[in-house]
């Protein structure tokens, strides 16, 4: 069991190295079909939620919660890039709501970060 938390805990710290360096990496993959994106984010969210059951080892479900916050991620940075794109009266803040968009992305990006460190901290325990 002691190598399963090791090896849990390898994963978490790799994915956190991940996560914060995905915002680079997501503005430089732009050039293709964000909508292909999103879809493609989504089923792995799908996929992974459906095999979560069958999956035995505490490692492997660790590797698969992983897999489905990066596909959250990505996939909110996509949607974030295509609202400030598509409709720039967003981001100027210039909305019939008095609702800040790309902050809240934002603020729900950094929540995310924060939950996946506080699981983080749960595995090392």
Known sequence: MKTNVTAGRRALKHMLKVLIMLPAIAIAHTAH??????NKNDQVIIDRQSDFEQTQSVDQKVKNVQEQISAMERKMLTLRNMMASDYPHIKEK???YTFDYMES????????KKTLKQTSTIVEQ
């Open 94 to 96: 210039m909305s019939k």
């Open 33 to 38: 079909d964000p909508v292909k994106d999103i």
């Open 105 to 112: 992305v934002d603020d729900t990006l950094v929540q995310l």
